[in-house]
């Protein structure tokens, strides 16, 4: 079994100890407008570099918040590979929290669920691996705090949600290449700590969690490299990028409706230009292998 590798230090500096208020579906009841919110997303099988946004909305100061999450395939296969990172940014980097924060990452739930309250899954001993890219196994756990030292408090605000706004949590990663789901829950970290912010007077007040799920779907291209879409890579082909590249023609368009990329943008730098024409030259006329002088249609 893979373990969990992670591409900074760790640093475990404290936990807070907090009531459950989340359900095991990742939603929960409670009222108001504290919240966390992450973001859900479709991609292609394979995508690398794949960013979710976790967006923190709250109506009164927050000394303290305490974020634990989940990450478990719905769909086995269809999960995370060769990297993972969390950053912290947008309203908690510019606030006091950040004076003391907490990264701990769990690479299995603990056997027995010894949280009270609707938790989906309990993790205990954190682990410390050396540095280097994150691989995971489902389920795991990613756990992040932030505490002010002196009186100072996250001003009331909001993130913004899913497609606008800056997420104060961002996760990073690669999926595998398995058609299917898995999904960014919360959890509960012992001893007994679960999502929560925390006023100046140390109470913590019910937060609503709404989980994302990541949905991997295939990713078929018919037409890459062959924008006329008959089979064979030819001067056509070199004619109908000219007319897109030079002569601001309408862009050609993939049979396939899950291809991320055009037929013509085949260095997949998102335009269609010069550069894609040399390499439409290189492979029509000069038998240069499309495997190597193209780029893949399905990575970013």
Same mark, same amino acid.
């Given at each position: 079994?893979?373990?969990?590798?992670?591409?900074?230090?760790?640093?475990?500096? +404290? *936990?807070? #100890?907090?009531?459950? %208020? @989340?359900?095991?579906? /990742?939603?929960? !009841?409670?009222?108001?407008?504290?919240?966390?919110?992450?973001?859900?997303?479709?991609?292609?099988?394979?995508?690398? +570099? *794949?960013? #979710?946004?976790?967006? %923190? @909305?709250?109506?009164? /100061?927050?000394? !303290?918040?305490?974020?634990?999450?989940?990450?478990?395939?719905?769909?086995?296969?269809?999960?995370?590979?060769?990297?993972?990172?969390?950053?912290?940014?947008?309203?908690?980097?510019?606030?006091?929290?950040?004076?003391?924060?907490?990264?701990?990452?769990?690479?299995?739930?603990?056997?027995?669920?010894?949280?009270?309250?609707?938790?989906?899954?309990?993790?205990?001993?954190?682990?410390?691996?050396?540095?280097?890219?994150?691989?995971?196994?489902?389920?795991?756990?990613?756990?992040?705090?932030?505490?002010?030292?002196?009186?100072?408090?996250?001003?009331?605000?909001?993130?913004?949600?899913?497609?606008?706004?800056?997420?104060?949590?961002?996760?990073?990663?690669?999926?595998?290449?398995?058609?299917?789901?898995?999904?960014?829950?919360?959890?509960?970290?012992?001893?007994?700590?679960?999502?929560?912010?925390?006023?100046?007077?140390?109470?913590?007040?019910?937060?609503?969690?709404?989980?994302?799920?990541?949905?991997?779907?295939?990713?078929?291209?018919?037409?890459?490299?062959?924008?006329?879409?008959?089979?064979?890579?030819?001067?056509?082909?070199?004619?109908?990028?000219?007319?897109?590249?030079?002569?601001?023609?309408?862009?050609?368009?993939?049979?396939?409706?899950?291809?991320?990329?055009?037929?013509?943008?085949?260095?997949?730098?998102?335009?269609?230009?010069?550069?894609?024409?040399?390499?439409?030259?290189?492979?029509?006329?000069?038998?240069?292998?499309?495997?190597?002088?193209?780029?893949?249609?399905?990575?970013?």
């Amino acid at each position: 079994m893979r373990r969990l590798l992670l591409p900074i230090a760790i640093v475990f500096v +404290g *936990v807070f #100890v907090v009531p459950a %208020v @989340s359900g095991a579906d /990742g939603t929960d !009841a409670s009222s108001g407008s504290n919240s966390v919110v992450v973001e859900s997303k479709t991609v292609y099988a394979g995508q690398t +570099g *794949v960013e #979710v946004g976790a967006f %923190v @909305s709250n109506d009164v /100061g927050v000394k !303290a918040i305490v974020l634990p999450f989940e990450i478990r395939a719905i769909d086995a296969g269809s999960f995370i590979t060769n990297s993972f990172e969390l950053i912290v940014q947008g309203r908690i980097v510019s606030s006091p929290l950040m004076d003391l924060r907490t990264k701990a990452y769990y690479d299995s739930p603990s056997e027995s669920n010894s949280c009270s309250g609707p938790i989906s899954s309990t993790y205990g001993n954190f682990v410390v691996p050396p540095l280097g890219s994150a691989y995971f196994d489902s389920p795991s756990g990613v756990y992040f705090t932030g505490d002010s030292y002196g009186f100072e408090t996250m001003s009331p605000g909001s993130d913004g949600a899913p497609g606008s706004g800056t997420p104060s949590i961002l996760f990073t990663f690669d999926v595998t290449t398995t058609p299917g789901s898995f999904e960014i829950d919360t959890m509960c970290a012992l001893p007994v700590t679960h999502l929560a912010m925390v006023d100046e007077n140390f109470e913590a007040y019910p937060v609503q969690f709404t989980n994302g799920v990541i949905t991997i779907i295939p990713c078929q291209c018919n037409c890459f490299g062959d924008p006329i879409c008959d089979g064979v890579a030819d001067v056509f082909d070199l004619v109908r990028t000219v007319d897109i590249a030079f002569r601001n023609g309408p862009p050609a368009i993939d049979s396939s409706p899950d291809c991320p990329r055009s037929p013509t943008d085949v260095n997949c730098d998102g335009v269609t230009n010069v550069f894609d024409y040399v390499k439409l030259i290189n492979v029509i006329f000069r038998a240069a292998d499309p495997a190597t002088a193209y780029c893949d249609p399905c990575s970013d």
